[in-house]
């Protein structure tokens, strides 16, 4: 799935948030690329692996990129990454804590301090398994941020902690060309 406009998924400004990700890593170098990508280098934010380690980067409109990687590296084989967002709250485009899990297992936490208080883009949109347009970060090691394995299954959850109905869940899938 890729260029989904702004205005069709689900709003992560100003909120927590969760992503989980099922996916499979072939065996060779560590996996690589964009997992979700929102956004451009003008404001956005992406899960990604670099060098098989799990990151979360947070564009915030240009200016500064807050960057929060795992402790460890995600190894060949099928796995289910889960990046969490803890909002601080008290206003828009405030900071918060990022935590990572590996199959259940906490990998890492960080901290991003500010995000996008409105429109990430006109005209970049919401990718899965690449970064399409203008990239929200630098630091991809395959163009355009293609991912290197496959993705089963993105879950993005704008209320992690709610019991709420499935319509308020984006599922998305990714199968490497």
């Known amino acids: ?24 890593l072939p065996d060779g170098p560590p996996g690589q690329g964009a997992i ?27 200016m500064e990129t807050y960057t929060v990687r795992a402790d460890e590296s995600v190894g060949p084989g099928d796995h289910v990454i889960g990046m969490r967002f803890d909002y601080d709250g008290g206003g828009a485009g405030r900071g918060g804590a990022v935590s ?6 906490p990998i890492g936490t960080g901290r991003v301090g500010k995000t996008v208080p409105g429109l990430f883009s006109f ?11 203008d990239p929200v970060v630098d630091d991809y090691t395959t163009p355009k941020g293609a991912f290197t394995g496959t993705i089963d299954n993105v879950v993005l959850d704008i209320d992690p902690d ?16």
């Open 1 to 24: 799935m890729t260029r989904l406009n702004e205005n069709t998924v689900l709003n992560v400004k100003n909120t927590s948030f969760s992503v989980t990700a099922t996916l499979t």
């Open 162 to 177: 709610a019991d709420h109905d499935e319509d308020l869940v984006i599922r998305a899938r990714y199968r490497k060309q």
């Open 36 to 62: 979700v990508a929102q956004g451009g280098s003008f404001g956005g934010w992406a899960l990604y692996l670099r060098d098989g380690v799990p990151t979360y980067a947070h564009n915030f409109v240009g």
């Open 123 to 133: 005209d970049e949109g919401l990718d899965i398994g690449l970064d399409s347009l």
């Open 100 to 105: 990572f899990t590996c199959d259940g297992e």
